[in-house]
């Protein structure tokens, strides 16, 4: 089967995005920032469906978990031998059809941008103009690791979600222009996420296991 999973770790942000110049333009998008940042570290869990299409236009779902710091797991539909898990150090792809497994650290996706309370989006991100005063988008992008492509975070202001924030999605562009779009729906905040979510089963030939 095609590999549809791979470009959403490598994660990517919308090409030719306007840049913020006018000094009330860069005083919103600071405000826009703090909120994002007050989002993410304001999120504990959360769990949602999700939406996956590829720059093909194919489109899988799933169900994404997220415990904070650096925790999420990717569940793909039922016919989809793939996961992808976060357990708080790494970002891991399991190809259980193929017996692959891939992991690199969270530091090396956009990712985490998403999954580190720590970091702060001022430093490496730019508020994003939508036309849609219910609408933030947000691009972060690591500019001494242009190699591991850019996030571009949608966020809709809602008073019941984190911060005022309700995350729609993302979009996410590789180094290699691969496109993916993920949407979100569903989402649930503060639920009960037991560590044993972020663990798997690994497919590898015996003695080669490092999951759990």
Known sequence: MKRLVAPLILALGAASLPNLTAPAVAQQGQQGLEQVNAYIRGVTTMTADFTQTDRNGQTLTGKLTLKQPGKIRFQY???????????????????????QVQRWPIGSSPLGALLDPRKDLSRFGKLIQTGDPKVISVQARDPKRPDIGTITMIFERDPSGPAGLQLYGW??????????TIRLSNQRYGVAVADSAFRWSDPRPKGRSAGG
Do not use: F, W
């Open 77 to 99: 539909q039922k016919g989809v031998p793939m996961l992808i898990v976060g357990d708080g150090k790494a970002l891991t792809m399991i190809d259980y059809e193929v017996r």
């Open 171 to 180: 979009v996410a562009l590789d180094s290699q222009n691969n496109r993916t």
